[in-house]
Nanobody, 111 residues
């Protein structure tokens, strides 16, 4: 059974930083496409960043240059380092591994 457990969401001031973590179990992690999505109130869930086993990384345009996704295959984990946070980054952030979803973690950017 695939399980994804996210952590690291919090309230942060504009310009601040957060690091999200997602621990994945139940799949061959090193062969999985893993990434982060987000859903703001009243909006559809959309891609933030994803990392593919062949090394490719894809970022959504609004986060390029501010967010960094990384994975640790030895720990079956994926991370999202978020810098220069803006109020429009406020959302529930979800981890995804080969189509499976975590429960989400709330990120709120506000002064």
């Amino acid at each position: 059974q695939v399980q994804l457990v996210e952590s690291g969401g919090s309230l942060v001031q504009p310009g601040g930083s957060l690091r999200l973590s997602c621990a994945v179990s139940g799949i061959l992690f090193r062969f999985a496409t893993v990434g982060w999505y987000r859903q703001a109130p009243g909006k559809q869930r959309g891609l933030v960043a994803t990392t593919i086993p062949d090394g490719r990384i894809i970022y959504a345009d609004p986060v390029k240059g501010r967010f960094t996704i990384s994975r640790d295959n030895a720990k079956n984990s994926v991370y999202l380092q978020m810098n220069s946070l803006k109020p429009e980054d406020t959302a529930v952030y979800y981890c995804n591994a080969d189509g499976k979803w975590g429960q989400g973690t709330q990120v709120t950017v506000s002064s």
